[in-house]
């Protein structure tokens, strides 16, 4: 928690540094949170150069509209809401090289039975869970957000966030359940 | 049943079942690392700042030039041609700027430094708004006072030379003026304080004050003449300046960076590679080219 707050506090900062023009301070922002927003970005999309230009144009506007940021609002949640939407309409576009959003449509034996440690078979739970529920998860446990931030990112209401957020718990713990006793049995 | 303390990352998950709590600490451990290479992301960021300097110079957004245009249509044609507007000068980063004012007065703007004045500028008032850093000529002129407005001082001369150092968003250098010939008047919220030849002025970190001292003390740097001048400043000062000036990138990284202190002067157009191996020479510091600046070391 300390962490994550230390982070917000320094990532407004830079959102008052590069309003102020500062290049110095969006080179480092960059250089700081790339690697985080990559990571985001290739949850939506497979291919490392598709989510190379988004970012790249996300980040070029960033620095165009500097002026018109906000610095009262999360820049976080503004990158993230930006990356996410860009991605989405990314594959809407090109809808022949990617599977459309299918919301709640689960392939629980895609999970394999190869699957050996734990962590391995957790990953592969976490990938077959249904898009909203795996998008608010993901969000919440890997990049420390707040729900109010998922909840502006993703368009929905805190109170859908926590419910996501459980249910993807929910699921993820049986079908853990459901692996460990069918591995038991082998 | 004993508690378990829970993890402080569930900042708003409270009150979760134990067996979805564990599933939550479990999950942790899947926690992507890292997909981009430090080359990756230089690679990136050098393709982002190609990108910004290809496109024209960001337009004013239009609703302000708008507004200008209707006012300037507005009062030209009550009063006939004149410029109406207010001026606005930009020395973007990495480049200096030298303007003369409508009085004959001359300033010049340092790396990143945004000045501007409303219409009537030497016939009703000579009102000057800096963001930023600059020097100034002023023309004399015991009628009309000349007034600099910084972010946190204003300035009231009547004719001389001096230095207004006052970022609004300022993070590498304390507002302060430097007077090199004749009298300037700083004042801030609290505090008023004449200056005379060869004088300067810091807000105070601590007392939020003005406190004064004479030039050639320790940490004094200045630009003045086209040269960029330092007086014992620390080598983390003298590169942040650096960095400021060129818009570029320098890391130092150095076991006792207090033990360089560096004095001296620089032409405002030498290049930053210059003054690199310069300073690296004289110090017995190596140096290493990265994208977008250099780092330092032992």
Request: negative net charge.
């Amino acid at each position: 928690m300390q962490i994550v707050v230390m982070n917000k506090i320094k990532i407004q900062t830079y959102a008052k540094e590069i309003k102020a023009g500062n290049r110095l301070a969006f080179s480092s922002f960059f250089r700081e949170n790339y690697n985080r927003y990559m990571a985001f970005a290739l949850r939506y999309l497979d291919s490392k150069a598709d989510a190379t230009d988004i970012l790249q144009d996300v980040f070029v506007k960033l620095w165009e509209k500097r002026e018109d940021l906000d610095v009262t609002k999360s820049l976080d949640s503004y990158l993230y809401t930006s990356i996410r939407n860009r991605c989405l309409n990314f594959i809407r576009d090109h809808s022949n090289k990617y599977s459309t959003i299918e919301d709640d449509i689960v392939d629980e034996n895609s999970v394999s039975a190869l699957e050996e440690d734990s962590e391995q078979l957790i990953h592969s739970l976490i990938q077959n869970l249904p898009d909203r529920q795996k998008e608010a998860f993901q969000l919440s446990r890997f990049d420390g957000l707040q729900h109010d931030e998922i909840a502006e990112i993703m368009d929905v209401s805190a109170r859908t966030v926590n419910n996501h957020i459980v249910a993807a718990l929910k699921t993820l713990r049986a079908n853990f359940e459901k692996y460990k006793q069918q591995s038991a049995l082998v | 049943m004993t508690k378990k303390p829970k993890p402080s990352n569930i900042h708003e998950l409270r009150n979760l079942p134990e067996d979805l709590q564990e599933m939550w600490d479990l999950a942790g451990e899947n926690k992507p690392e890292q997909v981009v290479s430090e080359r990756e992301t230089e690679h990136a960021l050098a393709s982002i700042w190609g990108k910004i300097e290809q496109k024209p110079q960001e337009k004013r957004s239009s609703r302000r030039w708008m507004f200008t245009v209707a006012a300037s249509l507005l009062f030209a044609f009550f009063t006939g041609y004149f410029t109406l507007y207010t001026h606005t000068e930009i020395a973007p980063a990495g480049e200096t700027l030298s303007v003369t004012l409508p009085d004959g007065s001359t300033v010049t703007l340092n790396s990143s430094t945004e000045i501007s004045y409303k219409p009537l500028f030497g016939l009703t008032h000579r009102n000057v708004h800096l963001n930023g850093e600059a020097s100034f000529d002023v023309v004399s002129d015991p009628g009309l006072a000349f007034t600099v407005h910084s972010p946190q001082l204003q300035t009231v001369v009547l004719g001389t030379v001096f230095e207004v150092s006052d970022w609004k968003h300022g993070v590498f250098t304390t507002p302060g003026v430097q007077v090199f010939k004749g009298s300037v008047s700083v004042s801030n919220s609290l505090a008023e304080v004449q200056l005379n030849d060869n004088e300067m002025v810091f807000i105070d970190k601590e007392s939020n004050g003005l406190s004064a001292v004479t030039k050639g003390s320790p940490d004094f740097s200045s630009l003045q003449n086209g040269r960029l001048y330092f007086s014992d400043v620390s080598i983390q000062e003298f590169f942040e300046r650096m960095e400021f000036h060129y818009g570029q990138d320098i890391r130092v990284e150095l076991n006792a960076p207090e033990d360089y202190r560096i004095s001296g002067s620089y032409r405002i157009s030498a290049s930053l590679s210059e003054i690199i191996q310069d300073i690296s020479t004289i110090k017995g510091l190596s140096y290493q080219k990265i994208h977008n600046g250099y780092i330092i070391a032992e």
